[in-house]
């Protein structure tokens, strides 16, 4: 059904590209930012009133332009390119494997759902839900992500039948600029209003984006925690997603070639840029040798203790992480950390830590090919040792166990205060949706009132509508008084 889709909205002409241009801008310094949005606000609730948001096939149509924009192949290696090039983190191959895998498992997500009209029917509980429009959407969005995550919220924006204006990272603002280009030549070519999708104008500024706070319907913020911490606090009804550090315990049951591969496969995606990427490893002791030497197999490089220290005073410099090693390729950051010339091949470093640090400790999130290993005596101590580093950082994220013992997942998913937690999986490719797991595909996730945030789960197309409920009256369900009070009666008298 997607490849059918898809076909309809390619050009005859597979090279053809539209050179249709970004909306109009306010000039940001005659005007001021209010002004600026503002005029954009208006553009997009024209732009709603002309979408034939009530038609769940156009809508549908919608959706599929957006995330054909992306998914067409020489756009998503250009956008890969450009976002490399502009921003400095992450690589071409998995920037290119992120823009196409994440927008085509969203846009199955979201094909196989009703947003507008009647979207549930219970006539057996006398209830209709219909689905409407939340308003003009506020996007917030990261460096990390200029091309996937506008594209993104813009398909989850579209499907509830809204329009979005987006906020580009002032390091990504290029690249998001010419996504959004191609999102626009895109609708224009399926007959829907262009104005549906909208940026702010450059330069990209905090000012711009907390005018577009106050002023939207609903602000999505993904990128820094002092960015969601603002927008929560704007008044807007506002949608953040918590920071992640992501533990994975290696158990003593797992398969640990197959554990070993999954790692490193998820650590060196997009030089670790996603905030599912593997921060910590705890392994338990009666395969620690073991599961280490299947890790450096895998493309693991064991740091020794001088090396240590290096990486130490390399990756923060005045509380921030270096952006010299942030998200850069293997060897660049070993040459930077100083490391031997024994590292060169390696795809990722690890260090052993003993005990769990504090903050820019290697207990926090690294945002880099550096990978801290912890030993725990047991289970018991794993668990501890995975509580105490989300409490540093990236508590209600996620934290990810390798394990033959399903009652071990369980006691974890239990006693850790998580959203997520993934089962022998590679955890960037699983955490945010994959065709193997139940997850909707997203690149932005909740992480509950634990991370400060309104979501305990993915990102998905229920948090773009509102629902209307028409209740009709169905033969009444009232129990007797015994059937409710009857176990307190028993138990602690009348």
Known sequence: MLATVFERLMPSDSSLVLDLPVPEQTNTEAAGPHQVVAHLISRARAAMTAYENHDQTRVDEAVTAVAW?????????????????????????????????????????????????????????????????????????????????????????????????????????????????????????????????????????????????????????????????????????????????????????????????????SKTFDNATSCSSENALIILDDIYEEAIAMLVAAGGYCCSEPEKASIAGTLWKDGQLNRHVLAKDADVAARVFGLRDEANGFRFFMVEEEYVGGKHSFADEKLSLVLTVYRARDFADAKRIASEILHVNGLGHSVGIHTREMDHARELAESIDVVRVLVNQAHTFGNGGSFDNAMPFTLSMGGGTWAGNTISENLNWSHFINVTHLVTTIPEDKPGEADLFRNHWIKYGR
């Open 69 to 265: 924009s992306i998914y067409k192949p020489e756009n998503a290696r250009m956008l890969a390119e450009l976002a490399v090039e502009e921003t400095g983190l992450g690589n071409i191959d998995s920037k290119v494997e992120k823009n196409t895998r994440k927008t085509f498992g969203a846009l199955r997500d979201l094909l196989r759902v009703k947003t507008v009209g009647v979207i549930e029917d219970q006539p057996e509980r006398g209830l209709v839900k219909y689905g409407k429009p939340v308003g003009v959407v506020g996007a917030i969005c990261p460096s990390t992500n200029p091309a996937a995550t506008p594209v993104n919220k813009a398909m989850l924006t579209l499907k509830g039948g809204n329009a979005v204006i987006i906020a580009p990272s002032p390091r990504g603002q290029k690249t998001t600029a010419e996504t959004v280009r191609l999102m626009r030549a895109e609708l224009a070519k399926a007959e829907h209003p262009e104005d549906l999708v909208q940026i702010l104008p450059a330069p990209a500024n905090r000012e711009l984006a907390q005018a577009l706070v106050k002023q939207c319907d609903l602000a999505v913020v993904t990128g820094s925690q002092n960015n969601v911490r603002r927008a929560m606090q704007s008044g807007t009804v506002t949608i953040g997603v918590g920071a992640g550090n992501v533990p994975v315990i290696i158990d003593s049951t797992a398969n640990l070639p197959d554990a070993a591969q999954k790692i490193c496969a």
